[in-house]
Antibody
Framework: EELLVESGGGLVKPGGSLRLSCAAS????????MNWVRQAPGKGPQWVSS????????YYEDSVKGRFTISRDNVENSLSLQMKSLRPEDTGVYYC?????????WGQGTTVTVSS | AIQMTQSPSSLSASVGDRVTVTCRAS??????LGWFQQLPGKAPKLLIY???SLQDGVPSRFSGSGYDTDFTLTITSLQPEDSATYYC?????????FGPGTKVDVK
């Protein structure tokens, strides 16, 4: 079974840091681009970042540029999102999603809450 | 960034009805558009990619059409399990952008 499982979410104070992970299984992780998508409470999804199969191409949504870093390990079949200088508006559920055709496989999400 | 709009924002329809949701891009995106269904508390699920291609395992009552700036998602013969929020997503240009969503209620 093809699976993506996110972890690393939690409660953090404004200005703090958090590292999210996404473990992939059941498919050849190294041949797919990957994405992070977040969803604030009661809002629609928002694309956050994308990384190509070999990490050659990386893109970020403007509001996270300079604060978030996406990376991947094709040996460990994992995707990461290092988040720094967190703001209350970063609160939400963070999903990793595989990029085949478009975001065809999603994890269950991990919740990030930025609050004092 | 490309802005995506959807209409209507919500609708209510009966089992067996034909339902259409529209999505408009602020600039041309060729056919680089997908449609997602999201149930409460769940991750979005891909229904349609490349504007009109049905994702594996998705019932054939779902279909998509459109090109450039105007797109539609059609659900023929609406079923109770289709109660959900539907989002379009453009993946032609970064930053990828989602529409604001259409909530479908099945009476």
């Amino acid at each position: 079974e093809e699976l993506l499982v996110e972890s690393g979410g939690g409660l953090v104070k404004p200005g703090g840091s958090l590292r999210l992970s996404c473990a992939a299984s059941g498919f050849s992780f190294s041949v797919y681009g990957m994405n992070w998508v977040r969803q604030a409470p009661g809002k629609g999804p928002q694309w956050v970042s994308s990384i190509s199969e070999g990490s050659d191409y990386i893109y970020y949504e403007d509001s996270v540029k300079g604060r978030f870093t996406i990376s991947r390990d094709n040996v460990e079949n994992s995707l990461s999102l290092q988040m720094k200088s967190l703001r209350p508006e970063d609160t939400g559920v963070y999903y990793c999603a595989r990029a085949l055709n478009i975001m065809d496989l999603w994890g269950q999400g991990t919740t990030v809450t930025v609050s004092s | 960034a490309i802005q995506m709009t959807q209409s209507p924002s919500s609708l209510s329809a009966s089992v067996g009805d034909r339902v259409t949701v529209t999505c408009r891009a602020s600039q041309g995106i060729r056919n680089n558009l997908g449609w997602f269904q999201q149930l409460p508390g769940k991750a979005p699920k891909l229904l349609i990619y490349a504007a009109s291609s049905l994702q594996d395992g998705v019932p054939s009552r779902f279909s998509g059409s459109g090109y450039d700036t105007d797109f539609t998602l059609t659900i023929t013969s609406l079923q109770p399990e289709d109660s959900a929020t539907y989002y379009c997503l453009q993946n032609d240009y970064y930053p990828f952008t989602f529409g604001p969503g259409t909530k479908v209620d099945v009476k």
